[in-house]
């Protein structure tokens, strides 16, 4: 790490941004790796364990943008220790009083999805602190708690077999209620803040098509992302009859991967380009999950395909923000409530038909082969805006890698 970004912001604020983002991102997708067991133990049809795991993921996208307001007036530091204690409170709720049917788990996933939206308070409080030299740094270290998603599928599947799913939800809340003592004593607010952004500043954007692109290429890849981390370890143990613990060990290296290569999609779209990146990337995604949606008959053959279709998701995070502080340098935070959110929406669309398709086909491959189609619809569209985007971007916003 380079000695000048070191010395350039507040290193305890932003150690606690990342840890208060990855325990909250591993709580919010917990009801997938504990799927197999819930919908054992409640009966559940498919149908149901799809929006029992995708409930979390719709709840943090809308909760991303009422956490985002609530940080632009009463700054993140109070809304993070404010949205925790209420994770907290709520699981421990549940865990005592017990989870007993499937309209309990949905009241649990939105208590869940406010972790979800822990995004909208980790991001600003980190990059507060940082030049816009080291921004992307900030952001990366920052952002690099989605790799919770990972902890969810590793750990919860094992513990739920040793002490019972429904403990699980109670074990859970001892990291986090770590994780909101350091936040306490380490976050800080940056005192020079922005004015507040209102309501009329979400609105104004949204009259933007540019904006209504970025929301719909971040849908897929981080829609594709989170969806499948939240539904996996359901499906590797239906499809292919791995027992939990496996399905969730599998679903953890498939995680594990487009975590870990988001930083790298944004380091590839500086030197290359954006649009040149998604393009690739949405093509690959695309004949990925469209393999996937044919039906691969063995667990050896659909993970290394899994793996490439969520590299290529994973790389798509990161190059979709290199393009949008290009276009939208001067409303970048509310570029990324908005864009935060569609793309929790698409988590919820591809966990959620992923179980209706099972119900009602008998099989994934529809699940999957609508996704596909969207990976499709993706590439499509930033083959028709890339021609504008690169001769109009340089002349408004100077030279840039589009």
Sequence with gaps: MHKGFLKAGDLPTLFAAFLYFDFSFMVWVILGPLGVAVGRDLHLAPADKGLMVATPVLAGALLRVVLGILVDRFRPKRVGIAAQIIVILGMLAAWTIGIHNFGTTLLLGCVLGLAGASFAVALPL?????????????????????????????????????????????????????????????????????????????????RIPDAWWFMFFYSVTFGG?????????????????????????????????????????????????????????????????????????????????????????????????????????????????????????????????????????????????????LAAAALVGITVVRGRWRTTWSQLYGSARV
């Design 225 to 373: 992302f989170v969806g499948l981390a939240a539904s996996l370890t359901i499906y590797f143990n239906d499809q292919y009859g791995l027992t939990p613990v496996v399905a969730g060990y599998c679903t953890a290296g498939v995680v594990f991967v487009g975590s870990l290569v988001r930083p790298l999609g944004g380091a590839v779209a500086d030197r290359v380009g954006g649009v040149r990146t998604l393009t690739v990337l949405y093509t690959v995604a695309a004949a990925a999950f469209a393999t996937i949606a044919s039906g691969l008959s063995t667990i050896f053959l659909a993970l290394p395909v899994f793996v490439l279709g969520m590299l290529c998701l994973g790389m798509g995070n990161g190059a979709v923000f290199q393009l949008v502080p290009q276009r939208f340098r001067n409303e970048i935070g509310v570029m990324t409530g908005v864009i935060g959110m569609t793309g929790g929406i698409g988590g919820f669309y591809l966990a959620s038909s992923l179980g209706f398709s099972k119900q009602y086909t008998g099989g994934y491959g529809l699940g999957f082969l609508v996704f596909a189609m």
């Design 126 to 206: 980190a990059s507060s602190w940082y030049p816009p030299e080291h921004q992307g740094t900030a952001l990366g270290i920052a952002g690099a708690g989605n790799s919770g998603t990972v902890l969810a599928a590793l750990f919860a599947p094992g513990l739920a077999l040793a002490f019972g799913w429904q403990n699980v939800i109670g074990l859970a809340t001892i990291p986090l209620f770590v994780t909101l003592c350091v936040f306490i004593l380490m976050a800080k607010d940056n005192p020079r803040t922005p004015a507040p952004k209102t309501l009329a500043d979400y609105a104004r954007i949204l």
